[in-house]
């Protein structure tokens, strides 16, 4: 746990002491005719009806468990701000997530607005703000378009295979920060592991009548100072730019004196940054990183220069009675804590984007994540434009954190239907290939998981062989040939779009598996059912093995980690119960490929 851990503090990377959660009861109203602007429900709902914030209203988190459409809903409350929170601060109202399109009044004012459902927007309300009590009223609009950035929420009026039940409105936390006038607005910190330090880019902002605005950064390990660097803050710009030297003495643990994370060794340095102007004290914030490097090289993917073999577990993210929303911090470490005594080093968090507090954690227990982007499921000119303003802001707002090692902003030709054959669709994924290398060259960046790539550091296949001989053979004989695409390794798409060729890259299994029991007439898994945990952990154990036997072959990811509503395949139930013994699983995940060689994967 790093210093700066505060419990359900929503932005562990930034964090000041002075700030309330508004989460709780809200008054809330259904808009199905669109009416309420212009009846000025900012003022004021017509409806007695509340809302339990941030659970949705298709939840029964939320009270409501509503699982039809509404197109536009409201939610109003009065918030109390002492007066010596506003005193000297600016007042900034923080909403972690609202799908799709939020408008925010602050006592009857309109304060501003927000496109795309999956991370953070603030405003500042200094100015509407009043000691006392205070009415906040979000609108909030969402649509069945398949345009829209979505993920695995259905946009028919029923659930369907793998697409399920809406999210509409405030479905992460809402809170008001009082931040000094003169205080850290942006932070950008970016580990040179093999330059031993650690650059720091960011923005303080202050008001232009304020001079000789300096800024502090400590960098500390264990409690212990590493290093501290002094830097005065440009009035015309407020931006920062910052290199700090890491290296320390070293010891028996750390003999190189610089302190990697990795999952066998989460170590986190932390941040304190103090603002001060004429040396008086303005802001002091806390934030944390790892120091680790990222890259692929020679068929491998290489973490701190050493090969990584990635053991992933598929992760939708979903809570039987609080659907995407996890119904406490707690529930966000429970589902780590499973993943790693499952034997898995990680996991690729499907067609979600989470709460920033699951990133923490992965961060402080060691969990690797694959980051992916929620899909649109069309092709047109408004959705090109939506994905490419929605995905800069989730690669800006979780770029800091050193669990996540890969970007995967396409998923299965999902709203590039075309892409094999379409140079449109094709260049429009190089294009965002491109665009998250220019904002994070770290990272390795997958384009389209699972089938017709085109520009992609790591090729990933998705592959639902139920048989491990038969998996073993077909990968064993016609590895070439399916990385080239000539042969489709699933029986229906081929790895590789159009005029695009293998260029040595790391292969992973990013989807196998997907067993379900035959513990119910109800819900689906890949393949036929299987009956009891005999049959499971054969089958399991099979195509597990048979993925680790292959030396070219560098990781794979299981599916998945619980049910998902129809989809009833994980290894735990939605009520997170494990369905099979879990150190049985974990022995399949870590026995060794070859026992005379001790090989491990």
């Given at each position: 746990?790093?210093?700066?851990?505060?419990?359900?503090?929503?932005?562990?990377?930034?964090?000041?002491?002075?700030?309330?959660?508004?989460?709780?009861?809200?008054?809330?109203?259904?808009?199905?005719?669109?009416?309420?602007?212009?009846?000025?429900?900012?003022?004021?709902?017509?409806?007695?009806?509340?809302?339990?914030?941030?659970?949705?209203?298709?939840?029964?988190?939320?009270?409501?468990?509503?699982?039809?459409?509404?197109?536009?809903?409201?939610?109003?409350?009065?918030?109390?701000?002492?007066?010596?929170?506003?005193?000297?601060?600016?007042?900034?109202?923080?909403?972690?997530?609202?799908?799709?399109?939020?408008?925010?009044?602050?006592?009857?004012?309109?304060?501003?607005?927000?496109?795309?459902?999956?991370?953070?927007?603030?405003?500042?309300?200094?100015?509407?703000?009043?000691?006392?009590?205070?009415?906040?009223?979000?609108r909030a609009r969402d649509s069945m378009d398949p345009a829209q950035m979505?993920?695995?929420?259905?946009?028919?009026?029923?659930?369907?295979?793998?697409?399920?039940?809406?999210?509409?409105?405030?479905?992460?936390?809402?809170?008001?920060?009082?931040?000094?006038?003169?205080?850290?607005?942006?932070?950008?910190?970016?580990?040179?592991?093999?330059?031993g330090s650690v650059e720091l880019k960011g923005k303080v902002e202050a008001?232009?009548?304020?001079?000789?605005?300096?800024?502090?950064?400590?960098?500390?390990?264990?409690?212990?100072?590493?290093?501290?660097?002094?830097?005065?803050?440009?009035?015309?710009?407020?931006?920062?730019?910052?290199?700090?030297?890491?290296?320390?003495?070293?010891?028996?643990?750390?003999?190189?004196?610089?302190?990697?994370?990795?999952?066998?060794?989460?170590?986190?340095?932390?941040?304190?940054?103090?603002?001060?102007?004429?040396?008086?004290?303005?802001?002091?914030?806390?934030?944390?990183?790892?120091?680790?490097?990222?890259?692929?090289?020679?068929?491998?993917?290489?973490?701190?220069?050493?090969?990584?073999?990635?053991?992933?577990?598929?992760?939708?993210?979903?809570?039987?009675?609080?659907g995407l929303t996890p119904p406490d911090e707690a529930a966000l470490q429970?589902?780590?804590?499973?993943?790693?005594?499952?034997?898995?080093?990680?996991?690729?968090?499907?067609?979600?984007?989470?709460?920033?507090?699951?990133?923490?954690?992965?961060?402080?227990?060691?969990?690797?994540?694959?980051?992916?982007?929620?899909?649109?499921?069309?092709?047109?000119?408004?959705?090109?434009?939506?994905?490419?303003?929605?995905?800069?802001?989730?690669?800006?707002?979780?770029?800091?954190?050193?669990?996540?090692?890969?970007?995967?902003?396409?998923?299965?030709?999902?709203?590039?239907?075309?892409?094999?054959?379409?140079?449109?669709?094709?260049?429009?994924?190089?294009?965002?290939?491109?665009?998250?290398?220019?904002?994070?060259?770290?990272?390795?960046?997958?384009?389209?998981?699972?089938?017709?790539?085109?520009?992609?550091?790591?090729?990933?296949?998705?592959?639902?062989?139920?048989?491990?001989?038969?998996?073993?053979?077909?990968?064993?004989?016609?590895?070439?040939?399916?990385?080239?695409?000539?042969?489709?390794?699933?029986?229906?798409?081929?790895?590789?779009?159009?005029?695009?060729?293998?260029?040595?890259?790391?292969?992973?299994?990013?989807?196998?598996?997907?067993?379900?029991?035959?513990?119910?007439?109800?819900?689906?898994?890949?393949?036929?059912?299987?009956?009891?945990?005999?049959?499971?952990?054969?089958?399991?154990?099979?195509?597990?093995?048979?993925?680790?036997?292959?030396?070219?072959?560098?990781?794979?990811?299981?599916?998945?980690?619980?049910?998902?509503?129809?989809?009833?395949?994980?290894?735990?139930?939605?009520?997170?119960?494990?369905?099979?013994?879990?150190?049985?699983?974990?022995?399949?995940?870590?026995?060794?490929?070859?026992?005379?060689?001790?090989?491990?994967?």
């Amino acid at each position: 746990m790093t210093i700066s851990y505060r419990p359900d503090y929503p932005r562990p990377q930034l964090v000041r002491d002075t700030w309330d959660n508004l989460n709780g009861s809200w008054n809330f109203a259904f808009d199905d005719d669109d009416r309420g602007e212009r009846e000025h429900w900012e003022q004021g709902l017509p409806s007695p009806q509340t809302i339990q914030v941030p659970f949705s209203y298709e939840t029964e988190k939320s009270g409501l468990g509503d699982t039809t459409f509404h197109p536009v809903v409201w939610y109003s409350r009065i918030v109390r701000v002492p007066e010596e929170n506003i005193k000297g601060n600016r007042v900034v109202l923080h909403l972690e997530g609202c799908d799709d399109e939020a408008r925010v009044w602050v006592n009857g004012t309109f304060a501003g607005s927000h496109l795309g459902g999956y991370t953070r927007f603030s405003l500042d309300v200094t100015d509407w703000i009043q000691p006392g009590e205070n009415r906040v009223t979000v609108r909030a609009r969402d649509s069945m378009d398949p345009a829209q950035m979505r993920g695995k929420q259905r946009w028919v009026p029923d659930s369907f295979t793998c697409w399920y039940v809406q999210t509409t409105g405030i479905w992460k936390t809402v809170w008001l920060e009082y931040v000094p006038l003169c205080a850290v607005t942006e932070l950008q910190i970016t580990p040179l592991l093999a330059k031993g330090s650690v650059e720091l880019k960011g923005k303080v902002e202050a008001p232009k009548t304020m001079k000789d605005v300096t800024l502090q950064v400590e960098a500390l390990f264990e409690n212990a100072r590493v290093s501290r660097v002094q830097v005065p803050i440009p009035a015309k710009t407020g931006r920062f730019h910052v290199v700090m030297d890491l290296l320390s003495e070293p010891d028996d643990r750390y003999p190189w004196g610089l302190h990697p994370w990795s999952p066998q060794d989460p170590a986190l340095y932390d941040l304190h940054l103090t603002v001060r102007q004429a040396g008086a004290v303005q802001d002091d914030v806390w934030s944390y990183f790892g120091l680790r490097e990222i890259r692929t090289q020679n068929g491998q993917v290489l973490l701190n220069g050493e090969p990584l073999y990635q053991r992933l577990l598929l992760d939708q993210g979903y809570w039987e009675e609080s659907g995407l929303t996890p119904p406490d911090e707690a529930a966000l470490q429970e589902d780590i804590e499973k993943t790693l005594q499952l034997g898995y080093n990680g996991v690729r968090k499907h067609q979600k984007v989470e709460d920033e507090r699951f990133f923490y954690w992965a961060d402080v227990k060691g969990l690797l994540v694959w980051c992916e982007a929620p899909s649109a499921y069309a092709f047109e000119d408004n959705a090109v434009q939506s994905f490419t303003a929605r995905w800069t802001e989730i690669v800006r707002q979780y770029e800091n954190h050193p669990s996540i090692i890969t970007w995967t902003p396409f998923n299965e030709s999902w709203g590039i239907g075309q892409i094999k054959t379409d140079p449109a669709q094709q260049h429009f994924t190089q294009a965002i290939y491109h665009l998250t290398k220019s904002l994070d060259p770290m990272r390795p960046v997958i384009v389209n998981d699972g089938w017709e790539h085109t520009v992609s550091d790591i090729l990933t296949l998705h592959d639902y062989e139920a048989d491990g001989a038969r998996f073993l053979a077909r990968y064993t004989r016609f590895l070439d040939q399916i990385c080239q695409g000539q042969v489709c390794h699933n029986g229906f798409k081929a790895a590789l779009a159009d005029t695009f060729t293998y260029q040595g890259q790391p292969i992973i299994i990013s989807e196998y598996g997907g067993i379900a029991l035959q513990n119910s007439e109800s819900g689906w898994g890949y393949g036929d059912k299987v009956q009891g945990e005999e049959a499971f952990l054969r089958r399991f154990g099979s195509i597990t093995r048979a993925i680790r036997q292959i030396p070219q072959i560098v990781g794979y990811c299981y599916t998945q980690i619980t049910d998902v509503q129809q989809e009833q395949n994980g290894l735990m139930d939605m009520q997170r119960h494990f369905k099979v013994d879990p150190e049985k699983i974990r022995a399949l995940n870590t026995e060794p490929v070859d026992p005379e060689s001790g090989l491990y994967r």
